[in-house]
């Protein structure tokens, strides 16, 4: 009778423990605004951290200056009684995924009224999460344009951009005329770009066509949309919840029996059954962490290889304005606001390093603190006003502070928080146009970057950001440890 009672107590730990963790969450969304044309169907990205079943929470998503929600799930069902009346019939939520936790919006038919910022708030009883979702609707227009003393233009404007687009000039017999043209750019209040371009006609003129396209490849524009997965059935929530609550207790019994039988330690298997426990609560990262603990470190030959292309980096005071840097440029704190000169070199939330790479491979290791972003950036990036560290904008950079640990990708892609360095390794290659980061600590490999978008004569810099005001980020040599086969053992400096 002894050990079935055990069982009970552990499976009564176990729907405790899923209880306590359904009521604690996170709601993330993109790294970078949604972008989508007139007339188009868009998807508002919105998911749970964990990804705990969202089915009887609250979701609403709502629209900047509106108090009507644009969409309300509440009670396992919607509510388009109180629905904004400009979005009914073109909102919709992914029912069969809120089970895992996506509780993204599909929006269809978009309208140029529709461009703002949306706001996905999520509710239980004891608790609740938001976040802000840019959606941006871009178009194109061309109109007549006197700027006077007799001449005539055609103004070709798009607004909703970033970077910024390439505007094409054709005339009547398809002919590129874009070279008579000249450009301005303008920037919002959120880092939207809106670009005019003015090109000079006369009476007899035939020009008749603008194009604004994208300078980024059209994939980097999809990837942003996050829908790949969201239109795949899968199987259902509570069929899976039933097979692995079932497994675990059986495999849970019979550990335990066995377990008693031998009256070994009652810790080993407490500790065992959490595994089981983050199972049943279908925790996102415990895989990826699993897999990381037994991912192999660097053999030494790979890690004395990376370690050879060791550069000498120091931080550049020309480029910073809030932070405190030491004499030596080797580290950096965050500060108060400054009262430096804005010059054209200064970046209003980076530091970039003195150094800076055209060709070649170069590494170099980062001690760091409780806040920071580390990575590199090209040097036509922009410095100045809002900035979205994302490949797109033309940074490529980690995110970590005590609860969080992510790859700023665009969507942010969530890396497992027992991979968070104290140490962190940086290598560049240039010729590859990739960037890689490593764990110094046990010589394994973080997340690598490809496909870096830089031109021939961009110069690619380290670049440092930290908001901990007690802590310094210290540029150190790379460790050289000569020992193998315990890696944890690796000098951190």
Not at 140 to 157: A, K, N, W, Y
Request: charge should be negative.
């Amino acid at each position: 009778m002894l050990p079935i009672r055990m069982v009970l107590c552990v499976n009564l730990l176990l729907l405790l423990f899923s209880v306590s963790r359904s009521e604690k969450f996170q709601v993330h969304g993109p790294a970078a605004p949604v972008v989508v044309s007139p007339s188009e169907d868009s998807v508002l990205p919105c998911y749970l951290s964990p990804d705990i079943n969202a089915e009887d929470l609250q979701i609403r998503w709502s629209f900047e200056g509106s108090a009507a929600p644009v969409c309300l799930y509440q009670n396992r069902r919607y509510h388009s009684d109180t629905q904004n009346p400009d979005y009914r019939g073109r909102t919709e939520l992914f029912l069969e995924q809120l089970p895992r936790g996506n509780v993204s919006l599909k929006l269809t038919d978009v309208k140029l009224s529709d461009h703002g910022q949306y706001k996905c708030l999520v509710e239980s009883v004891k608790h609740y999460g938001d976040t802000l979702i840019d959606l941006v609707v871009r178009t194109v227009s061309v109109s007549l344009h006197s700027p006077g003393g007799g001449q005539t233009q055609l103004l070709c404007r798009s607004e909703g951009w970033f970077p910024s687009p390439a505007v094409i000039w054709t005339d009547r017999d398809g002919h590129d005329v874009t070279s008579l043209s000249s450009t301005t750019v303008e920037r919002d209040s959120q880092g939207h770009l809106s670009v005019s371009n003015y090109i000079p006609v006369q009476q007899e003129s035939n020009i008749f066509s603008c194009l604004v396209r994208s300078t980024q490849p059209k994939g980097d524009w999809e990837s942003q949309i996050h829908i790949s997965r969201d239109f795949f059935p899968g199987p259902s929530g509570w069929m899976v919840a039933l097979c692995v609550t079932a497994a675990v207790i059986v495999v849970a019994s019979v550990l335990l029996v066995i377990q008693w039988k031998r009256m070994d330690n009652l810790d080993t298997l407490l500790e065992s059954e959490l595994c089981y426990i983050n199972a049943l609560n279908g925790i996102p990262l415990i895989k990826a962490e699993i897999d990381a603990v037994k991912q192999a470190p660097l053999l030494k030959s790979q890690w004395q290889l990376l370690c050879s292309a060791a550069a000498d980096v120091t931080l550049d005071p020309d480029t910073a304005r809030y932070f405190t840097l030491s004499e030596n440029g080797k580290r950096v704190r965050s500060a108060e606001v400054t009262k430096l000169p804005n010059s054209p070199l200064r970046f209003n939330s980076c530091v970039l390093s003195r150094e800076g790479f055209t060709s070649g491979r170069h590494y170099w290791d980062v001690e760091v603190n409780d806040r920071w972003i580390i990575g590199v950036t090209r040097a036509s990036a922009e410095r100045k006003g809002l900035i979205i560290i994302s490949p797109c904008w033309g940074y490529w950079c980690l995110y970590s502070d005590s609860s969080a640990f992510f790859a700023l990708t665009d969507p942010e892609t969530r890396l497992p928080l027992n991979l968070q360095p104290r140490r962190v390794g940086v290598c560049v290659d240039i010729e590859e146009k990739k960037v890689s980061f490593y764990t110094v600590e046990s010589r394994t490999h973080i997340y690598t970057f490809t496909d870096m978008e830089f031109s021939e004569l961009d110069k690619i810099y380290p670049v440092f950001w930290t908001h901990d005001k007690f802590n310094d980020l210290v540029l150190q040599p790379p460790s050289r440890s000569e020992d193998e086969t315990h890696p944890l053992l690796i000098s951190t400096g």
